[in-house]
């Protein structure tokens, strides 16, 4: 799990220290938590005065705002994040800042920005026309409802189409007051989706309001949710975060509501596979090639049969079947392997979910096959699973594997919420992508005999994928 916006907020004491981040991961390591986005605000920062300036000009309240809040340079929390780099954490620490966008200051900001390599920037709409909408909610008093959300989300667009940020926070907090529009927000939600993918951001299911302005509702408001979800919007759950006991606070609940079916249940991924196959019927698959330049490997395998883990439509086995190969075909679909039966004599088959471990004995085979069935699962699981295949090889058994690469845009690269780095759930099903260095590691007791990255045109669009070819030594 991602929390992808924590405030270290050391505005108010001036002083970064290695107790503070520590209690920052100590606590998002309680919460499970694989990876977190530290930043802070930008109006902790004397650098940043010039951008806010139209800001502390509306009125004396906000002067007097800006003026307690800003505190300290910007340096200071450069030199603390240089010197942190070089410590062990435990978890994935990403440093950044969130930015209040204010129209017309871009060139300002980028200035400042270009400065430094942030890990991330992330974006967000503070102020309205210069008014602190977010403040109190007698400032609402008055105020026209619809055009407050008409220019919202105006400067909320301009903020993605800058190309400054990575990503956008809080992206519906405009309703912290409980004050929302009459007129309906689904063409805004839609232009702000693909203005998002354009510009290559991430969009924050924010905790923020729960955890900040006691909101009953978690997270993002259903509709702009399900706007971003149809459009393969990239999101990451975020607590918004002030003080280190919040960090994760409600992330596991964020990330459920992300995850799970409609009816709040948690996704069941056999149901969907069992009903793709009945629906696929009994045609006999068209397998591609792949395996060809393995031959020699496989005749290795002898009497000794491969294991295809993840049969799924049966493409390997049928081509080991066609050859004379024996095989085990195993898929935790029963309707997969109920189907093999349609075309092949007799299939030998498994029915069982690899991540609760290989129902075979340590060093009974000599090849495993895993076809494009290696990329649903979490890295901790992903590294069960191969250590798994690793004990039921023989000593100089085979694993011959291929997955989805981080570049198969294609079928979902890059889309949806990200539950881990390159681990995604789209429309309800888990994915992972692959590159180089996560492959290497994953395989770092191996010795890689092939490994290759390229397109595959077995399908209406080209895919991407690694192949990879690995000895148990
Ligand atoms: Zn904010
Ligand atoms: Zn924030």
Aim: hydrophobic share 35%; aromatic share 14%.
């Amino acid at each position: 799990m991602i929390d992808s916006h924590i405030h270290l907020f050391q505005g108010n004491s001036g002083e970064y220290t290695w107790q503070l981040l520590q209690s920052f991961v100590e606590q998002a390591q309680r919460r499970g938590l694989s990876t977190v986005y530290l930043l802070e605000h930008s109006h902790q920062f004397y650098e940043f005065r010039d951008m806010y300036r139209p800001v502390a000009d509306f009125n004396e309240y906000q002067r007097n705002w800006l003026a307690r809040k800003m505190k300290i340079s910007l340096v200071s929390y450069i030199r603390f994040i240089e010197q942190v780099k070089s410590y062990e954490i435990p978890l994935t620490v990403k440093f950044g800042l969130e930015i209040c966008y204010i129209p017309e200051t871009e060139s300002l900001l980028q200035a400042i920005l270009s400065q430094y390599k942030w890990d991330f920037v992330t974006g967000s709409v503070h102020y309205i026309d210069n008014w602190g909408f977010d403040h109190k909610a007698e400032f609402w008093n008055g105020v026209d409802v619809n055009r407050a959300y008409k220019r919202y989300y105006e400067i909320m667009l301009d903020l993605v189409r800058s190309k400054l940020f990575n990503g956008l926070a809080h992206p519906d907090s405009i309703r912290c007051f409980g004050y929302y529009p009459d007129y309906d927000l689904t063409e805004t939600y839609i232009n702000l989706a693909k203005a998002l993918n354009e510009a290559n951001m991430y969009a924050e299911q924010s905790g923020g309001l729960a955890l900040n302005y006691g909101f009953a509702e978690l997270g993002l408001n259903p509709q702009i949710l399900s706007v971003f979800k149809d459009n393969g919007v990239r999101i990451l759950t975020a607590s918004d975060a002030h003080k280190p006991e919040h960090a994760g606070e409600n992330i596991s609940k964020l990330q459920a509501l992300l995850t799970n079916d409609e009816d709040g249940k948690k996704h069941d991924p056999s149901k969907y596979w069992n009903e793709l196959y009945v629906a696929c019927g009994h045609n006999k698959p068209k397998y591609d090639r792949w395996l060809d330049k393995y031959e020699s490997i496989l005749q290795v395998s002898g009497k000794t049969p491969v294991i295809d883990l993840g049969c799924g439509f049966g493409n390997d086995t049928l081509y080991l079947h066609e050859r004379g190969y024996q095989v085990i075909s195993c898929d935790f679909s029963s309707e997969a392997l109920n189907r093999l039966g349609a075309f092949i004599d007799q299939p030998v088959t498994r029915l069982f979910d690899m991540t609760a471990g290989l129902p075979f004995a340590t060093a009974s085979a000599k090849v495993v096959i895993a076809d494009l069935s290696l990329h649903y699962f979490s890295w901790t699981e992903t590294k069960k699973i191969i250590a798994d295949i690793r004990r039921v090889l023989d000593q100089g058994g085979f694993l011959l594997a291929r997955v989805n690469s981080v570049k198969d845009v294609n079928y979902g690269a890059g889309q949806g919420n990200v539950i881990e780095e390159n681990y995604y759930c789209i429309g309800g099903d888990f994915k992972r992508f692959f590159d180089r260095t996560q492959l290497e590691e994953l395989f770092v007791e191996w010795k890689i005999q092939y490994i290759d990255e390229y397109e595959m045109d077995r399908y209406r669009n080209n895919k991407v994928l690694w192949e990879i070819a690995v000895v148990r030594e």
